[in-house]
Structure formats: C-alpha cells, structure tokens
C-alpha cells in the first residue's frame, strides 16, 4: 500500500514538472495573451493624464476637417466614429503623416490622417495589408484546429504578393501527424473555422513592442524567437510588432486591417509538404479571399480557387495587358481569364 502510495505521489509529481516544462497549447496562449496585456497596460499609463492634439483629416469631403481628439488614446477609428458611419464600416486601414497605421493604434501626436477604404481608387496598399492579414487568420486557425495533444508551429511569417494568387501560413504540425494527409473535408473544415473567426468580426489589436517583451511573447517557440530577433535587426527602430486576434497573439511583418469581418468571402484551398525542414515536416497551407466590399460571380471564384489550390512558391510575375472586349459579358470576361498564365498579373484596359 505505501509502495503504491508512493508511485502515486512520484507519478503526480513527474506530470507537473512534464506540465512545467511542456505546456499545452491552451496554457501557451494564455502566457503569451497575459504578457501582451501586461505590456499594453504599460503602454497605456506613459499617458497619465489627458492630452489633446489636432487630427487633421484628409480624403473625399473630409479635406479641411479637424478633430481634437486624445494623445496616446484616440486612435483612427476613434476618428472615424466622429464621421459617418460608412467611415466606421468601410475603413481598414489609415495614412497618419503618409506611414501606413493600424486603425486600432493610438495617436501620439497631432497629424494627418486619411482612411483607407477597398473603394479607394489606388488600394494597392490596403490589397496588400488584406492578404498579409489573410494569412494571419489561416495561422489563427491552424493552431486551435487540433487538439490540445498535438502542438502546431507556425513558421516565419510569409510576404505574399497579392498576385500570387494564395495568400500562405507555414507550419509544422505534431510529428504525430508528419504522415497525415488533409482530406478535401479537412479543408472545408478550416475554411469553416476561419468563417466562425469572420463572424465574430474580431479586431487586430497592434502593440508595437521592444524584441525583449516579443521574446517573453514566444517563449515558447525557437522559430518565432529567431523571427523577432530578425524582425528587430531589419527595423529602423529596433522594434516590432505584435497582434492580438481573440486569444491569438502573433507576429507581423507589416499592418493588419482592422477586423475579421472585412473578409467575405473565404476559403482554405490546399496543403502542401515542403518536406523536411530546420523545424521538422514544413507544410504550407494555402487560400483565397475578398473583402467585404467585393464579391466575385461563383464561375470566376471557381477559377480563382483552382489557381489558388496550386502550390505557391517564388513568384515571378508579368503583367499582361488585353483590350477589354465590347462584349462586356461574363463569358468574355472568362475568355480573358483562360488565356492567362498562373504567374501573370491581368490588366485590362478600357475599350479605345
């Protein structure tokens, strides 16, 4: 009896130094969501006492509007909210003094403004923010799709154009699963996952953070550490930002829009092995989406998602640039699309 009793005590024991030492993934986020709140709160009292500056705003009928607003916390949606509420539901991103700034970043001093819309006549930068922050989601999604038993590591963060085609999320999963194969199931499985994060419309909180608080974050991880310390050396000033999405706290390499509901439609279309790698069996994970303001015919979404489900790797893109025909129906439109090659960048122009 006392022999069991012991055995019990020693089994109980060497379970919460395996606990200490590996952590489920559930207690992992919870670390690095606790050490992400404790440096926002930080943050937050530099401004102990309120300070007013003058936001000057720019862009179609708002030249010449100014707005007091509150040094270190107004941010660009406080602004917006002041505006109509087309400007709170359609902006995703903003312009402060000309540099790219996250809607839910505070303000520190007074400055231009301009909000960023997918109705802008140049949304080249948004376009760009978008897809960054599409990926964002899939690695949201792929490190809650398993089980608590089976870990998943996100790899360095991936710039993808646009023109790609995909927007991808590395990872390495449990070597438990380096024999799995995800099933076309699977897929609409983290497609509905991903839709789920859509729908409760959750916001990308910025904290630009110094590498030491960023190391705390991903403790955990070798891989994001040498992300942070790479991350930090490319920076200008040394820093580097950290999201929050929920409970997922990640690293990005530039500005997310605003929130998940800014996606429409969505979808996982492929998993691809890259073989063995630093971290163990790479796999890229790849899909397709437009904002909120766009919508695409299902017959060109079709053809979009069979590019998309093609393996992305180093891209080199042309551009091709054809008349747009004078029969402006969908089937001419999907002429134009036929002819064009998977690393092509399609520029249509006007009828002459």
Not at 203 to 215: F, I
């Amino acid at each position: 009896m006392a022999t069991r009793t012991a055995c019990q005590v020693f089994r109980r024991r060497f379970s919460s130094a395996a606990a200490a030492l590996h952590p489920s993934p559930a207690e992992i986020r919870s670390r690095r969501n606790a050490v992400f709140s404790r440096e926002q709160e930080r943050q937050r009292a530099l401004y102990p006492r309120i300070e007013k500056i003058e936001v000057s705003l720019r862009g179609p009928g708002l030249d010449g509007t100014l707005l007091i607003m509150n040094k270190g916390m107004s941010t660009p949606l406080s602004c917006a909210r002041h505006l109509t509420e087309y400007h709170v539901d359609n902006s995703a991103l903003a312009l402060v003094d000309g540099e790219l700034w996250p809607l839910h970043q505070p303000l520190t001093d007074s400055c231009t403004l301009t909000l960023l819309t997918f109705n802008d006549s140049d949304p080249t930068l948004l376009n760009e923010a978008y897809w960054r922050s599409c990926s964002a989601l899939l690695g949201q999604v792929l490190e809650t799709a398993f089980k608590d038993d089976y870990t998943v590591e996100l790899l360095n963060t991936l710039e993808i154009p646009v023109t790609s085609g995909a927007f991808c999320c590395d990872v390495v999963l449990d070597p438990q699963l380096d024999s799995w194969t995800p099933s076309p199931e699977s897929l609409r499985s983290l497609t509905r996952g991903a839709q789920q994060l859509i729908h409760h419309n959750l916001a990308w909180e910025p904290l630009e953070v110094a590498p030491s608080v960023a190391l705390e974050v991903f403790s955990h991880s070798r891989c994001k550490q040498e992300e942070v310390e790479q991350k930090a050396s490319d920076s200008p000033k040394g820093t580097v930002m950290l999201y929050r999405c929920g409970d997922h706290v990640l690293l990005s390499g530039g500005p997310l829009v605003a929130r998940t509901g800014l996606c429409s439609q969505y979808e996982v279309t492929a998993m691809h092995s890259l073989g063995q790698g630093p971290w163990g069996h790479h796999r890229r994970t790849q899909g397709l989406s437009l904002p909120l303001q766009l919508q695409a015919h299902h017959t060109i979404w079709r053809r979009l998602r069979q590019r998309a489900e093609k393996l992305v790797r180093t891209v080199n893109i042309s551009v091709l640039y054809l008349t747009q025909p004078a029969d402006r129906s969908l089937s001419a439109f999907q002429g134009l699309l036929d002819g064009c090659p998977d690393n092509c960048l399609l520029h249509v122009l006007p009828t002459p």
